[in-house]
């Protein structure tokens, strides 16, 4: 009889936790009788109910005494199918399922997969930040069996920042599909951004419209580029920030196009918002520089599906994941202070500052008009892709659970 696995996530959509926790479900399913669990079905799609996943159906709660009500009604219900399932693992993806898998624990072994920095979250504020930095992230962590990170720059701030054990915490770097990227990168996108992509150069990023991504001083920096008319940003990605966004570009006085607007296809703004894209790679392909501004990050694997696009990087060397990335040369250390060259692109300092903003803009420049870079660039970003490649990483994935 197969041993059963319970993957644990508060909730599903797109972002990079929640792709790892459905890779993780199809592939423990091959050996283990696997399941998955959400707190609730919030910014699932149609296709995950069809999985073997099962909802707590408990709301977040709208104030601090409902969110605590909920919060122990979770830990009630979930150790309650743990004990139906007779679970022999549980793995909890995010921060808020790592808590209430570790308050419902049985016999069985427990593990936490953290996806992003705790030190440098700028989310992690107020009473409740502390709280979560000086006791819960702590005490709770110290009790799992084993920690698993996705970045080795989260291991480091767990172990000597929180004071974790060293020999509980490992790194798995977070994983892409090669072979599917690259023939997803080969299907048809529209005639509009093709010409857009054969007359211009053309700077693009796909994420979250979110504070994390520091996509305000990307506009910044495209404002100091609009007189390069044929420099054009393409961002694909929705969230809570899209107006702030749209109001900064109209304050800015920088032409934009949003599919939002519902207004007719132009070529010449300076900004294109192109929103959610199921399949953004043709999009990537067609591209000449990709562009991160994140102030903070996990293991960010937008960089690696740009990479398998070809396309050379140009990130902040924020906490955590972009320096492992370009620069795997690079010890670990302060942040860097001007931009540093790889043969993947381009590390940059954090654009948090009207100097730094300068210095993207130039670098941006300076780098997509040298078409040799550009191009001894984009051979080698798919090699370095290679290295990210699932297969490696569901290995590793194997392993942990065998020891």
């Known amino acids: 009889m197969k041993a059963t696995i319970l ?20 592939y423990y399913s091959e050996q283990y009788h696997a399941v998955g669990c959400v707190f609730n079905w919030d910014d699932s799609f149609a296709e995950d109910r069809k999985l073997n996943i099962v909802s707590l159906d408990i709301p977040a709660g709208g104030n601090v005494l409902t969110k605590i009500y909920f919060f122990f009604k979770r830990i009630l219900r979930l150790k309650r199918m743990k004990k139906q399932l007779d679970v022999a693992i549980s793995i909890s993806h995010l921060e808020g399922a790592d ?10 072994r427990v593990i936490a997969w953290i996806h992003g920095t705790k030190q440098f979250d700028e989310n992690i504020t107020g009473v409740l930040g502390v709280l979560r930095k000086k006791i819960l992230i702590p005490i709770l962590y ?47 996108v529209s005639s509009d951004f093709l010409k857009l992509a054969d007359r211009n150069l053309i700077l693009i990023t796909h994420c979250r419209l979110a504070k994390q991504k520091n996509l305000a001083a990307l506009l910044d920096i495209m404002a100091l580029l609009r007189e390069n008319s044929n420099i054009k940003l393409v961002i694909l990605g929705d969230g809570e920030q899209r107006g702030m966004l749209l109001k900064r570009c109209a304050f800015l006085n920088i032409g934009v196009f949003s599919i939002w607007n519902n207004e007719p296809w132009n070529e010449n ?9 199921h399949n953004p790679y043709p999009f990537l392909k067609r591209a000449s520089l990709y562009i991160m501004t994140s102030q903070w990050e996990g293991f960010p694997l937008s960089l690696c599906e740009a990479l398998t696009c070809g396309l050379p990087l140009m990130a902040a060397d924020c906490r955590t994941g972009p320096r492992e990335i370009l620069c795997p040369e690079l010890s670990a250390g302060g942040p860097v202070l001007v931009p540093h060259k790889s043969l993947y692109g381009v590390l940059m300092p954090i654009p948090n500052s009207e100097s730094q ?47």
Do not use: C, M
């Open 269 to 277: 703004s300076n900004i294109y918002f192109l929103g959610h894209q």
């Open 142 to 188: 110290k009790q799992y069996d084993n920690i698993v990170t996705v970045s080795r720059g989260i291991k480091e701030e767990l172990t000597h920042h929180f004071k974790l054990r060293t020999e509980k915490v490992s790194t798995i770097n977070n994983g892409i599909s090669l072979p599917d990227i690259l023939a997803n990168s080969e299907k048809e």
């Open 99 to 108: 808590y209430v898998n570790i308050l419902s624990r049985r016999e069985e």
């Open 7 to 26: 993957l644990i996530i508060p909730n599903l959509g797109r972002g990079g936790a929640q792709v790892v926790f459905r890779d993780q479900l199809r």
């Open 357 to 403: 903003i300068n210095v993207w803009s130039k670098t941006i420049v300076a780098t997509i008009n040298d078409r040799e870079l550009r191009s001894e660039a984009s051979v080698a970003a798919l090699k370095r892709a290679r290295d990210f490649d699932k297969s490696n990483v569901e290995d590793q994935w194997g392993k942990l659970l065998s020891q």
